[in-house]
Structure formats: C-alpha cells, structure tokens
C-alpha cells in the first residue's frame, strides 16, 4: 500500500519517526546504550544508529 504526503506529514507531526517517539527517545539515548534503545523501542542497532543521525547526534 502507498503511502502519500499527508500520511508523512502527519507523522511528522505527531512526534514520531520510524514508530519512534522522538521525545521519549531523546530523554533516553543520553542515559543508555545502543542495544538498550534497541530494546527498548523494538529497533535494530542500525535502526537506532540510523535515528541518531537522522536527528544529528553520535
């Protein structure tokens, strides 16, 4: 199924990016590790490097 504009700005909106939410993730990535985060959120530790570069931090 395809997904258009407005569905991409809506999640945009809403705070989250790859089922992500991005509030909660930056409050966490400070205090734990990459496998951590992984675990936590359901990502692989490339999903979670990739997000940290997305969001433009190491």
Do not use: C, Y
């Not at 809403?14 to 990459?34: A, I, Y």
């Amino acid at each position: 199924m395809r997904s258009g504009h407005s569905q991409n700005d809506k999640t945009r909106q809403s705070g989250q990016f790859m089922n992500v939410d991005l509030h909660r993730f930056s409050v966490q990535e400070d205090t734990r590790t990459n496998f951590e985060l992984a675990s936590e959120f359901g990502l692989s530790l490339h999903d979670v490097k990739t997000l940290k570069k997305k969001m433009g931090r190491n």
